[in-house]
């Protein structure tokens, strides 16, 4: 059964950061894409940055363009998203996603499978 775990979420200071990792298993981990999706109270789920299933292309949200840093390890069945410079607007829930199809897209409607998220806040 395809399971996604995320971890390394928590709280840290404006200006800090924070390394996120998606744990794969039950499935063929190096034919999907994985996306980082986020939810803050009230808002709708967006997308942040994805990589596609070999690594090769990733895409990144103007949010999260400069800040952010997506990478994989096919061997490790594992995403991480590296967090530099947060800000008090990136505290939301963080979810990594799978899709088989192709492209590196934004959209959560264009993930099929999902973790249940972990917690970010950046406060002082």
């Known amino acids: 059964q395809l399971h996604l775990a995320e971890s390394g979420g928590g709280l840290v200071q404006p200006g800090g950061s924070l390394r996120l990792s998606c744990a794969a298993s039950g499935f063929t981990f190096s034919d999907y894409a994985i996306g980082w999706f986020r939810q803050a109270p009230g808002k709708g789920r967006e997308g942040v940055s994805c990589t596609s299933s070999s690594g090769g292309s990733t895409n990144y949200a103007d949010s999260a363009k400069g800040r952010f840093t997506i990478s994989r390890d096919n061997v490790k069945n594992t995403v991480w998203l590296q967090m530099n410079s947060l800000k008090p607007e990136d505290t939301a829930v963080y979810y990594c996603?799978?899709?088989?199809?192709?492209?590196?897209?934004?959209?959560?409607?264009?993930?099929?499978?999902w973790g249940q998220g972990t917690q970010v806040t950046v406060s002082s």
């Open positions: 996603a799978a899709k088989k199809s192709i492209g590196v897209t934004l959209s959560p409607y264009d993930y099929d499978y």
